[in-house]
């Protein structure tokens, strides 16, 4: 134990493979907690229910690094900031390359990257109920920063999330977004890519587009659409009320999105969670963008895109297991439910 | 929305592909609820907590159908017996194929299967409190069942997994354990096999076979042992306090599992969740056999092991968006402690 911790305070975080799949996976003790903290019945409550003043309302008063990004406003104001992640999952990068690194059987690495924190700059009102030209400004530093970061060594991917509500993984109640950069694509991104090549070498024919123009003329499960967007609950939904944001366009990079694009993909997002908002009383839902990995190679097959996953019920042993996901409303059911909202 | 409805109720439950990774999910409305009823801040509650009287109790005082299997004590009462869920996520075939269906792009089939529930006695003792003779007869029930079911008509996988606590997805506090027999192979399971054969052919060795042996040799992350199987916090792991069980010598099929091992088996599942239930406090968990498929083929390279999985966080988007799970602890460190209690 002892020497276990020891060695633990002087480790960076880890990116260790699983040799079965060739997973990885982060242990991020940058974030360690001692052994006895992990007890479940320890209340841990979200960062404002402490009483402490909300570090996301005055983060220049809490220690915190200066922003990496901020807007103001004309009355010397800010409405939206971006800050680096005081506890983050990935270091930053020393400079020096990384290198795989074994143990036994074994492969591990230094977990490096960046880890953002995307904050708006009222402490209650959610993107439930902000209006489109403030989620447009979110995604315009979602795009600002995804630019910056794309090209530099040891990013191939990076994960723009959100997540809403303590079940949701929220740890502090500030409405925030969450961008990570890392040097590995993801078990999910990889099978995505690989899954649109080969629908695309046996049909000539973007798989997502196919999806968006099926759910387009069927409408069935389509909850909003403007010109460029379209949002439904997909076919084989994962969870109840699951709903995807897609381009109606075939559009493999998310950091393309023009400025008048991203309005319209606020309106499309923003009526979306607010939809779900309204049907399912304020649940806690996480959403994050998938786009095509910005490793130096092209992915003309892939087509961008937003899914939205409320955390209506609580993944068990079966989904755990399996991966096989199991929803207890049709979809066609949820979208309808949805779109009366 | 009213179409919808009917076209539900008249529906069996559905397995539809994602038509761009392949993966099934399982539309079981044969458990639907109204769409009203997901609103998250009404409170489910578990079972017990109702008022009612226990139906994992008194089964055949629910209009339950009769076991499936149950073993009698020489005083007249059961020890344990297996029961139809009557809510199953899979429909029991009807003897006709299962055809793939198609709705434009998209394909799905019926969702056949079973779904059985496997009860022990005691309404408050926990595997935790077990003896190992008592987990050895759930063990037992797990194999039975499995050889009953293996070589039915439209069974390729069969999954058997343990929830314990409401946070890990147990609606009903009375201990117990599922067995889902599926049409389908699992992901997780497909991506294992896969990997499992790819280390054979690099190493000419069982990928699990080498974990397991340098972890008896190096016994960092070992929390038990005896002479037949392992249990160690797995060097990538998942979660805080993850635990696998599995069998030292290369074993493929969990259903050849002897009599004799069964009980080492159970002394060894046992202990590594008392562990947990001590160092934890009681934690939610899940655990899940893996084992290899029984769709008439062979698997040769596969080893069948048990995953012990605490609920001590919540996966939240950045999870939920790569697959690349983040875990706040060095698993030498998780093994350090369980293996002192």
């Known amino acids: 134990m002892e020497e276990n911790k020891q060695k633990q305070k002087n480790k960076p975080s880890e990116l260790r493979q699983d040799i079965v799949t060739g997973d990885w996976v982060v242990i991020a003790t940058g974030r360690a907690k001692r052994p006895e903290d992990f007890a479940v019945h320890k209340s841990e409550g979200i960062e404002e229910d402490s009483g402490k003043k909300c570090f996301f309302c005055y983060p220049e008063e809490t220690g915190q690094e200066k922003d990496t990004l901020i807007y103001q406003t004309s009355d010397g104001d800010w409405s939206l900031r971006v800050i680096p992640n005081k506890f983050p999952a990935f270091t930053r990068p020393s400079g020096k390359a990384i290198k795989h690194q074994e143990e036994g059987p074994y492969f591990w690495m230094e977990s490096i990257g960046y880890h953002e924190?995307?904050?708006?700059?009222?402490?209650?009102?959610?993107?439930?109920?902000?209006?489109?030209?403030?989620?447009?400004?979110?995604?315009?530093?979602?795009?600002?920063r995804y630019l910056d970061l794309m090209n530099k060594?040891?990013?191939?991917?990076?994960?723009?999330?959100?997540?809403h509500g303590k079940e949701a993984g929220a740890s502090i109640s500030h409405p925030h977004s969450?961008?990570?950069?890392?040097?590995?694509?993801?078990?999910?991104?990889?099978?995505?890519?690989?899954?649109?090549?080969?629908?695309?070498?046996?049909?000539?024919?973007?798989v997502?587009?196919?999806?968006a123009e099926w759910e387009a003329e069927k409408k069935t499960r389509v909850i909003f659409e403007n010109d460029e967007f379209i949002a439904f609950c997909p076919f084989a939904s994962r969870a109840a009320f699951e709903v995807w944001v897609m381009p109606k366009k075939h559009k493999p990079y998310f950091e393309r999105t023009?400025?008048?694009?991203?309005?319209?993909?606020?309106?499309?997002?923003?009526?979306?969670?607010?939809?779900?908002?309204?049907?399912?009383?304020?649940?806690?839902?996480?959403?994050?963008?998938?786009?095509?990995?910005?490793?130096?190679?092209?992915?003309?097959?892939y087509h961008w895109h937003i899914e939205i996953l409320p955390r209506t019920s609580i993944?068990?042993?079966?989904?755990?297991?399996?991966?096989?996901?199991v929803s207890t409303i049709i979809p066609e059911e949820a979208a309808g439910f949805l779109k009366d909202q």
Chains 1, 2 share one sequence.
């Open 178 to 206: 969450q961008l990570v950069a890392i040097p590995v694509i993801s078990p999910y991104i990889k099978s995505e890519l690989d899954g649109a090549e080969k629908y695309w070498r046996g049909n000539k024919h973007c």
């Open 117 to 144: 924190i995307i904050i708006t700059r009222d402490h209650r009102k959610q993107i439930a109920q902000m209006d489109k030209y403030t989620v447009a400004e979110v995604i315009d530093a979602y795009q600002e």
């Open 153 to 163: 060594k040891s990013v191939n991917y990076i994960e723009i999330f959100h997540n």
């Open 315 to 325: 993944w068990a042993g079966f989904e755990l297991s399996t991966g096989v996901e």
């Open 208 to 211: 997502y587009c196919a999806m």
């Open 258 to 301: 023009s400025v008048n694009s991203r309005i319209k993909l606020a309106e499309t997002l923003q009526i979306s969670i607010r939809k779900i908002y309204k049907a399912l009383d304020n649940p806690p839902y996480n959403f994050y963008i998938h786009t095509a990995p910005c490793d130096g190679k092209d992915y003309p097959h």
